[in-house]
C-alpha cells in the first residue's frame, strides 16, 4: 500500500501549506505516521512523526515551531499543517508508516517550492 501526499504547491517565503495524506489503505498495524521530505540532489529526511495514539510528535530542528503534524482519525487523514515557510523548505513531500526501526508505504509525494 502507498501513502498518498498531496497540497503542495508554490509559495511565498513566509507562507503556509498544508499537507495530506490518505492513510485507509494500511490494514497493517503501524507504530507511527510521518513526512519525510527530499530536495533535489539531496537524501530523503525526516520532517515530522507522530505516535500511533496521536499523543507524542516529534520533529526535525529545522521546523520545530514552524510545521505541525496531526491526524484525523474520522477522515484516516494524516497532516502537515506548515507556517512561515522559508526557501529551504522546497522539496517533494513523502508521508509514510512507521513499523518498528522501519519506514515504508511511500507514495509519489507532493512537490513543495517556496519563493523568496
Known amino acids: 500500500v502507498q501513502l498518498q501526499a498531496s497540497g503542495g504547491g508554490l509559495v511565498q517565503a513566509g507562507g503556509s501549506l498544508r499537507l495530506s495524506c490518505a492513510t485507509s489503505?494500511?490494514?497493517?498495524?503501524?507504530?507511527?505516521l510521518g513526512w519525510f521530505r527530499q530536495a533535489p540532489g539531496e537524501e530523503r529526511k525526516f520532517v515530522a512523526r507522530?505516535?500511533?495514539?496521536?499523543?507524542?510528535?516529534s520533529y526535525a530542528d529545522s521546523v520545530k515551531g514552524r510545521f505541525t503534524i496531526s491526524r484525523d482519525n474520522a477522515k484516516n487523514t494524516v497532516y502537515l499543517e506548515m507556517n512561515n515557510l522559508k526557501p529551504e523548505d522546497t522539496a517533494t513531500y513523502y508521508c509514510?508508516?512507521?513499523?518498528?526501526?522501519?519506514?515504508?508505504?511511500w507514495g509519489q509525494g507532493t512537490l513543495v517550492t517556496v519563493s523568496s
Open positions: 489503505g494500511i490494514t497493517r498495524r503501524f507504530d507511527a
Open positions: 507522530l505516535s500511533r495514539s496521536g499523543r507524542t510528535a
Open positions: 509514510g508508516a512507521q513499523w518498528g526501526n522501519s519506514w515504508g508505504s
